[in-house]
Structures are given as C-alpha cells and as structure tokens.
C-alpha cells in the first residue's frame, strides 16, 4: 500500500530525494487496538540471556554474550491519525492507499518495534523500548 502524508501535493514525485518523504510504499503487518502496523524493513537485534536487545553490534569481547536475531521493524500508525483510503489505488500504485495526518518528526508512526521473523528461533515475539538495553 502507499502511505501519504494528507498535505502532499508532489505525489508522484518526492520533493526531496534525501528526506523526508511525504509519501511511500509499506506492508501491512497487523491490526492492533491502537492503529495499523507496517512492515518497514529487516534489521538484526542482539539479544541477551535475560531477553533483553540492543541494536548495537556487540564487540568481540561480548559476541558470546549475545544472539543475533533477525527482525522486522513494524511501524504503527494510529487510528485517529488516518484521514481517508482509497483501496483502488491510482494510475501509479494500483493498491490501495491510505491518507494520513503526519506528526511534527515528518512521520505518521506513533510506535516503533520489533518483531522477529518467521525464520527466527527462540526468544520473545515481540522486542520494544520496554526490553532495551
């Protein structure tokens, strides 16, 4: 689906190729109480015996302390902050599109976690603030 921020007016085009954009592709992840989660891409946390993560690589010396585990970032929009859809899509994205009202960081993401991948063994499902180091 393409996310847009509701007071775009270049869409197709980004007015500025290095960020931030007003609008982009993502995949929905899953549907919560708060909003709408989205795949945003792939990442590796490191993971300690007691569950908790860091997304910094450990040095040699602490390699044995920790699990490199591969994750996907899911980035979560809330409800109150879609405008509008439009599930037909357009004559650029024929998908479905969703308008939403983007906060003063130029996103429209009030959360971000982890979750881990399917290919993924062990370990929590899900890693957030609440878990990091």
């Not at 990442?43 to 994750?71: H, M």
């Not at 405008?83 to 939403?100: A, K, N, S, T, V």
Request: proline share 5%; hydrophobic share 35%; aromatic share 18%.
């Amino acid at each position: 689906m393409i996310i847009h921020d509701i007071k775009d007016r270049d869409y197709p085009n980004h007015k500025n190729e290095n960020g931030p954009w007003f609008w982009y592709a993502a995949e929905i992840a899953r549907l919560s109480t708060k909003g709408l989660g989205f795949f945003m891409d792939g990442k590796t946390i490191y993971i300690n015996s007691e569950n908790q993560w860091t997304d910094v690589k450990p040095t040699s010396n602490d390699t044995d302390l920790y699990t490199a585990l591969p994750v996907s970032t899911i980035c979560v929009v809330d409800f109150i902050d879609i405008i509008d859809y439009d599930l037909r899509g357009d004559e650029h994205y024929l998908c479905p599109h969703f308008y939403l009202r983007f906060n003063e960081f130029d996103s429209p993401f009030s959360e971000v976690y982890y979750q881990k991948t399917a290919t993924a063994k062990g370990f929590s499902l899900f890693y957030d603030n609440s878990t990091k180091l």
